[in-house]
């Protein structure tokens, strides 16, 4: 069973794992004065999800217009 992602699909994957790692390092930090271990894990995890369900769309709108803008002001 192959249950791999087409390539030319790959922008939309970069997004989605882009937008899931980032957020997750950012809730990370914003969560850790917590104190507690059970709940600094609760928090990051709860403030995780919210920022990916946000940046997600976010990242996968602004991606090609960066692009486009990188393309832009460089050169071959």
């Given amino acids: 069973m192959n249950l791999r992602i087409p390539r030319r699909h790959g922008h939309f994957v970069f997004g989605v794992v882009q937008s899931g790692l980032t957020c997750l390092v950012a ?3 914003a969560s850790y004065p917590d104190s507690g271990t059970a709940r600094f894990i609760e928090h990051w995890l ?3 999800l919210i920022s990916w369900l946000t940046m997600l769309p976010v990242v996968m709108l602004a991606a090609p217009v960066i692009r486009a803008f990188v393309s832009h002001l ?3």
Avoid: M, N, V, Y
Wanted: overall charge neutral; glycine content about 12%.
């Fill in 74 to 76: 460089t050169r071959e």
């Fill in 27 to 29: 809730a990370g930090i």
């Fill in 46 to 48: 709860a403030s995780w």
